[in-house]
């Protein structure tokens, strides 16, 4: 029987495989989306998480997984606060990067072979779109603690698929670097063409063996936690979720004083001699129809035939509902570690004190962002080859990059070998330096053609005193008496 394989090699090239297998990538990709939009519609719509619950849930982490991941991504998607503390960690790397070699033997490197392997490494690299795909992964992972993927890959396209955290959990770690397992069961045979062709083996594996649990192939699996010491998954700020139930307690009680501050109420009251009402009923009630219809919107009315007075339970601490939003709002960031200068809050304004906060959570973000380098550089250490390349994922954020691109500059300036790091941190990447510097030079040539304009700062400076030679009619007096003695003495 004729292998598949070689009447494919046989009848198509290699050009042509890659379209097909990007077509259905391209397919896959789009019902994957629909599929998930679907499913989503029941995972959303869980109830209300209270305080109670959530205490009870961070008092076992490991038993209520999956009830504090369902309780983060309930806040995140209702919580301004906490969308926007998630969103400052997970979108804080830029992830820059340059490429360096490996196992580099110097005596024996041959230029022309490390340039070649440089160039394919660099396209692989940039082909994965880390700017693009790194963020999406890191917002799940600050969210719910751990990343579940996949890779979908083609020569030129390149996507990481969520998987359901329900249905998944860790199973090991490879070169530092996690891998998880699925529970086969959760998936439908009719749902397979939603995963890639590496599931269908692992369901068929389940199907014979009865083992439910399969491990993703970690050529494919894409998988990051943001606890990585503990052995269990917990959301980052999970201990955070109880004080953004005091902010919403606090507001909701300044909305209801406002309301009640905004109310007012008519008394109709009857009147009476010796303890008996003076008017009949049915003209109390004609006059009370009549007032009815003629007062405002939030003015109520009643009917009595004693005097009423109101009871105020004033604020005995003296801080209005505001300053106890506020309040709650400043104690929810402390419990963060983060400061509220950075979200609008706080009332001490000193840049000092937030930068040294800032480079805390720099910290965190910079030993997560070292965690994919590591997954990258298990990937790339499978290219073909004998010339390997490593890839360095530099510790640059948003709120650092202006300071290191000064630091690769002056270091350059120096002689030190640290061009690509500054052209990374201006957020370049390895084949856009190739490809631009060719466009520009030899193609564009707009070395010729942008030239400065002429001025002190392009010009050569002439630093001394006019020589010998120098004609004596703009000299000044004292100026001419200095060239005739310096005349004489050279005489």
Same mark, same amino acid.
């Given at each position: 029987m004729p292998d598949v394989k070689d009447d494919i090699d046989k009848f198509y090239t290699k050009e042509d495989v890659d379209k097909l297998m990007f077509a259905v990538f391209a397919k896959n990709t789009k019902q994957i989306l629909i599929d998930l939009t679907k499913n989503n519609r029941s995972s959303l719509s869980f109830q209300k998480f209270s305080k109670e619950k959530i205490i009870d849930y961070l008092k076992d982490p490991v038993k209520n997984e999956k009830n504090l991941r369902d309780a983060s991504i309930y806040m995140y998607n209702n919580s301004c606060h906490y969308r926007r503390l998630i969103l400052y960690y997970a979108l804080m790397p830029i992830w820059t990067y340059t490429l360096s070699l490996i196992k580099f033997d110097i005596q024996k490197a041959k230029s022309d072979a490390i340039l070649k392997q440089y160039v394919k490494v660099s396209q692989i690299v940039d082909n994965m779109n880390l700017q693009h795909e790194l963020p999406k992964m890191s917002i799940t992972a600050f969210r719910e603690d751990v990343f579940y993927g996949v890779v979908l890959e083609t020569t030129d396209s390149f996507y990481i698929q969520k998987i359901n955290p329900n249905i998944c959990e860790l199973s090991s770690i490879e070169d530092g670097v996690y891998n998880f397992a699925v529970d086969m069961s959760k998936i439908k045979e009719? %749902?397979?063409?939603?995963?890639?062709?590496?599931? #269908? @083996?692992?369901?068929?594996?389940?199907? +014979? @063996? =009865?083992?439910?649990?399969?491990?993703?192939? @970690?050529?494919? +699996?894409?998988?990051?936690?943001?606890? %990585?010491?503990?052995?269990?998954?917990?959301?980052?700020? +999970? =201990? #955070?979720?109880? +004080?953004?139930?005091?902010?919403?307690?606090?507001?909701q009680l300044k909305k209801a004083r406002t309301e009640i501050n905004n109310y007012k109420m008519v008394n109709m009251q009857i009147p009476t001699k010796d303890g008996e009402p003076t008017m009949i009923w049915d003209d109390v009630v004609d006059y009370y129809n009549q007032l009815q219809g003629a007062v405002p919107e939030g003015v109520g009315l009643a009917v009595s035939p004693m005097k009423l007075d109101s009871i105020d339970f004033e604020n005995s601490s003296g801080l209005s509902e505001t300053d106890e939003v506020f309040k709650t709002e400043q104690q929810f960031w402390s419990s963060t570690g983060t400061s509220p200068l950075l979200f609008g809050g706080g009332n001490k304004n000193s840049a000092a004190s937030l930068r040294l906060s800032i480079k805390s959570d720099e910290m965190i973000v910079i030993n997560f962002m070292k965690q994919v380098e590591r997954w990258i550089n298990r990937r790339l250490k499978n290219i073909s080859g004998s010339t390997k390349f490593k890839i360095n994922i530099l510790p640059i954020t948003r709120y650092n990059q202006e300071d290191m691109a000064k630091l690769y500059k002056e270091a350059a300036t120096l002689g030190l070998p640290t061009k690509l790091k500054y052209n990374a941190v201006l957020e370049t990447t390895s084949t856009d330096v190739e490809a631009d510097t060719y466009l520009e030079t030899e193609i564009l040539k707009l070395q010729d053609k942008f030239i400065p304009l002429s001025s002190s700062y392009t010009q050569p400076s002439q630093t001394g005193r006019p020589t010998s030679e120098s004609k004596g009619e703009d000299l000044t007096e004292s100026g001419e008496q200095t060239k005739e003695d310096d005349q004489n003495n050279a005489r």
């Open positions: 009719d %749902e397979l063409q939603l995963y890639p062709p590496e599931f #269908t @083996s692992m369901w068929n594996t389940y199907k +014979s @063996s =009865g083992q439910k649990k399969q491990e993703v192939p @970690s050529k494919i +699996s894409a998988c990051f936690k943001v606890n %990585e010491d503990l052995p269990y998954p917990i959301p980052m700020f +999970s =201990g #955070t979720m109880v +004080s953004l139930h005091d902010i919403e307690d606090y507001k």
